[in-house]
C-alpha cells in the first residue's frame, strides 16, 4: 500500500511531543465534569459547585437567604447561578414529617419545593436524585434576611395618591412578618399580592448604582412585578420613571431608617414627577413631616431640645437623689403614649370585639395638640362629626355639658393619630393559647435556621407542630364587601369636668376582631354597660347640630 509522504511527514512532526496532558482543563471534584481551569462554576447545572480559585466567586452565604415570614413558612430567596448574581427566585421548604416504622425507627422528609422559572421541582430530602440545586441551597442555607420599619408617619408624607398609601399599608399590614426586608446589597424582598407567577406572596426588588464615564452614576430599579414591566420606561425628557406601589414601599423602609436614607438617597429623594430633589430636602422624611404639620419651622428645634432634656432628666435622677416636684412634668407624647398602650392592651384575644369605652380625663391643652393631629393632612381644623348637649342630674359633676364626637373611618388615620415614639399602635396583635383555655400576647422571635443535623436530632424526639395563629386586629371601616356603612373608631370629648383646671374627659370607642389561622373568629357580643348607661332616664340630651 503507499504511502502518503505528506502524512509520514507530519507524523514525525508530531513523534517527539510527548503523551497528551490535562493542561487547560480539570474535573469537578463533587460530580467529575470536566471544566476548563479558567471556570467560575461547575457547568454540569445539577451541580452548581463554585471553584475555589474563581476570581469573580459571590460568597457562598448570597446563594441563599431565609425570608422573615413571622409564621411557621420556610421561605428562602436563592440565586441563580446560571444567570449571574443579581438573578434570584423562591423555594419553600415543607414542615418536616416523621413516620415511625413497623421496627421502630423514624423517617424523616422535608419536602421541597422550587418556584425558579423553567425548574418548578417538588422533591423529597430522602430522594436526593431529584432536587433541584435551587432546593440543595435553600437546605443548606445559615443566613437570613434584614427587616427594615416602616414608619406611618414616613408613609403619610410619600407625595402618592392615598389609594397608593392605602395599599402599601394593605400590604404591610394583611399578613406577617416584614413588609420590606434586605436580602444583599442591591436586593430587597417585597410582600406582594399573592397570583400564579408570585404564589408565596414576595417577589424581588433591585436597586443599582454603576459609574460611567466622566463622573457619571448611572442608577436603575427595576421589580419583577407585572405594573413594573408594563409601564413605559422614562426618557430623558422629562418622562417619569417606571415605578410601582412596591418602589415606594421600599422608599418608606429607606426613609424610615437614617443609614438606608442616606445610602439610597438617590431613590428618597424622587418627588411625584420623577425628579430628583437632591439630598438636602429628604435627609429625614419623619422630620420633614412633622415641620409641615406644625406648621412652624422653629417647632424642628424645639422637638430636638425637648428630646434632649428629656434623655438628660432621665440620666441625671437616681434613686439616692430627692425628687424636685416642681420638676416632674409630663409631655404630651408620653401621655399619648400611654393612650396608645390603653388602646394596645384593649385588643386582647381573651375578650370580645366590643370593649367598654376607654375613660381619660385630659387638660385642654393636651386634647388641643391631639386634636391638631386628627386634622392631619388638612389645612382647616376638622370639625366633630356630632355635638351633643346633656344634664347630668345624677352623677357630680352636675350641671349641663356638651360632648363633641369624632368618628374615624381609616385605619391609617388612626395609626397616625395614636404612634408614638416609644409606644406605637399596634393594628394587629398575635396571641398563644395556653392549656387552660386563656390566652397570652406573642411577639414574635428572631428566627433561628438550624442545620439539617440538627433538624434530624430534634426531629427523632418530637415532629415538629405547626402554632395556631391567634390575632386580633382593630376594626375600622369597611371591613368586607358586604360591610354598607364603615366601621367608626370614635372620639369623644366633654370639655371642663373639671372647670378650675380645665380638665376633660375623653373616652375612645373601638372594635376589634378575631382572626384563628387566618379566618374571621365571631365571638357572641354581650350588652355593654355603657349602652345601658346612654341610655338611662337620667341622662336627657339635646342634639345641638
Not at 413594573?228 to 422608599?251: D, Q, T
Not at 393612650?339 to 370580645?352: G, K, L, S
Not at 388612626?414 to 408614638?420: G, P, R, W
Request: aromatic share 8%; with cysteine; charged share 25%.
Amino acid at each position: 500500500m503507499e504511502q502518503h509522504p505528506e502524512r509520514t511527514k507530519t507524523l514525525a512532526f508530531l513523534a517527539d511531543l510527548g503523551k497528551p496532558t490535562l493542561r487547560g482543563i480539570k474535573k469537578c471534584s463533587k460530580c467529575g465534569t470536566i471544566n476548563g481551569t479558567r471556570g467560575l462554576s461547575c457547568k454540569n447545572k445539577s451541580c452548581g459547585a463554585v471553584f475555589r480559585d474563581g476570581v469573580r466567586k459571590q460568597p457562598p452565604s448570597i446563594d441563599a437567604v431565609r425570608i422573615v415570614t413571622g409564621s411557621a413558612s420556610q421561605v428562602y430567596s436563592v440565586r441563580l447561578r446560571d444567570r449571574g448574581p443579581d438573578y434570584r427566585g423562591f423555594v419553600e421548604l415543607g414542615t418536616t414529617e416523621a413516620i415511625q416504622t413497623v421496627e421502630g425507627t423514624i423517617i424523616t422528609h422535608i419536602t421541597g419545593r422550587c418556584l425558579v422559572p423553567t425548574c418548578f421541582k417538588v422533591s423529597s430530602q430522602e430522594v436526593s436524585e431529584n432536587q433541584c440545586q435551587h432546593v440543595k441551597l435553600a437546605m443548606e442555607c445559615h443566613m437570613e434576611a434584614t427587616p427594615h420599619t416602616l414608619k406611618s408617619s414616613v408613609l403619610n408624607s410619600l407625595h402618592v395618591s392615598a389609594e397608593t398609601k392605602q395599599a402599601i399599608w394593605t400590604l404591610a399590614t394583611e399578613s406577617s412578618g416584614p413588609l420590606v426586608q434586605r436580602i444583599t446589597k442591591s436586593i430587597m424582598v417585597v410582600k406582594c399580592k399573592a397570583s400564579p407567577k408570585h404564589s408565596l406572596g414576595f417577589l424581588h426588588v433591585s436597586f443599582h448604582e454603576k459609574a460611567r464615564m466622566k463622573g457619571v452614576t448611572e442608577r436603575k430599579f427595576y421589580c419583577s412585578c407585572q405594573t413594573f414591566k408594563a409601564s413605559k420606561p422614562g426618557s430623558n425628557k422629562g418622562e417619569s420613571p417606571k415605578r410601582c406601589i412596591h418602589f415606594y414601599a421600599c422608599v418608606c423602609a429607606f426613609a424610615s431608617d437614617e443609614k438606608l436614607g442616606q445610602e439610597f438617597s438617590y431613590f428618597v429623594n424622587f418627588d411625584s414627577a420623577g425628579r430628583y430633589r437632591g439630598p438636602g430636602l429628604q435627609a429625614n422624611a419623619e422630620t420633614h413631616l412633622l415641620a409641615i404639620y406644625c406648621q412652624d419651622p422653629t417647632s424642628l428645634a424645639a422637638v430636638s431640645a425637648v428630646s434632649k432634656a428629656k434623655k438628660k432628666k432621665k440620666d441625671d435622677v437616681t434613686v439616692s437623689q430627692p425628687i424636685d416636684e416642681s420638676q416632674v412634668t409630663l409631655s404630651f407624647q408620653d401621655w399619648l403614649a400611654s393612650v396608645t398602650e390603653r388602646i394596645n392592651q384593649t385588643m386582647h384575644y381573651q375578650f370580645d370585639g366590643k370593649p367598654e369605652p376607654l375613660v381619660f380625663h385630659v387638660p385642654q391643652t393636651f386634647f388641643d395638640a391631639l386634636q391638631q393631629r386628627i386634622s392631619m393632612g388638612s389645612r382647616k381644623k376638622r370639625l366633630p362629626n356630632s355635638t351633643t348637649g346633656f344634664v347630668r342630674k345624677d352623677a357630680v359633676p352636675l350641671g349641663t355639658f356638651s360632648k363633641y364626637t369624632w368618628h374615624i373611618t381609616n385605619i391609617l388615620q388612626v395609626k397616625q393619630i395614636f404612634d408614638t415614639p416609644e409606644v406605637p399602635l399596634e393594628v394587629t396583635r398575635s396571641f398563644t393559647e395556653n392549656h387552660d383555655g386563656t390566652y397570652e400576647l406573642f411577639k414574635c422571635p428572631k428566627v433561628q435556621v438550624e442545620s439539617i443535623s440538627e433538624a434530624y436530632g430534634r426531629m427523632e424526639k418530637q415532629p415538629t407542630i405547626r402554632p395556631l395563629e391567634l390575632k386580633t386586629f382593630l376594626r375600622v371601616g369597611n371591613m368586607s364587601p358586604e360591610q354598607k356603612e364603615p366601621t367608626p373608631f370614635i372620639i369623644e370629648w366633654i370639655p371642663d369636668i373639671l372647670p378650675r383646671l380645665k380638665i376633660g374627659e375623653m373616652r375612645i370607642k373601638l372594635e376589634y376582631g378575631h382572626h384563628r389561622n387566618g379566618h374571621v373568629e365571631h365571638r357572641d357580643q354581650q350588652p355593654s354597660l355603657e349602652r345601658s348607661f346612654e341610655l338611662s332616664p337620667s341622662l336627657a340630651t339635646i342634639n345641638i347640630h
